[in-house]
């Protein structure tokens, strides 16, 4: 079935650092592609998402770039702030699975002033 | 503005309560859906709604039921509440281009 596999946490950085979070999917099909975040003491909330190869998800100077041939839907952002301090999560959503969002484990980042 | 509401923010309950989680939402969202949050397991679907009166297992249903009975409301029941039931629960609702707005969450203790 379908799944998706985001690197594990933490990750600690220094404000002012490059940010990746890799994020990988198995999926039939041509699926939809979200990341979400969690702030500390709060509910998800969609941060990005693309829904068909080579589009660019970017929302607060984070973006990722759906890539069917990869099966990849990185995260990146080139400067992070303390502020970017959460939990990061990768999903899909198929038709094949009644458009549930298939999520990962999550990934928490901890950025340093 | 997309508004997603829990009935509660922290619920301590006694082993073998009945216990009602509420979530609102004012989206006219024909989907949503209750999740529960744990340490390593990420998010895992327990119910999930497509319309009134209508409901569909998720990944793990046992020990919970649900309740649609408006199209903005949507319940989660804990029959009888245990221990490994305690968790953050996360209530969701969908438009149509398949996002998924949550709210705040129902962070639940069961002694």
Redesign the interface.
Known sequence: GDSVTQMEGPVTLSEEAFLTINCTYTATGYPSLFWYVQYPGEGLQLLLKATKADDKGSNKGFEATYRKETTSFHLEKGSVQVSDSAVYFCALSNAGNNRKLIWGLGTSLAVNP | DVK?TQSSRYLVKRTGEKVFLECVQDMDHENM?WYRQDP????R?IY?SYDVKMK?K?DIPEGYSVSREKKERFSLILESASTNQTSMY?C?S?DS?????????TRLLVL
Do not use: S
């Open positions: 997603v859906f390593g397991l990420g998010l679907l999930f569909e998720g996360l969701a969908r281009p398949q996002t998924q707005y949550f709210g705040p969450g």
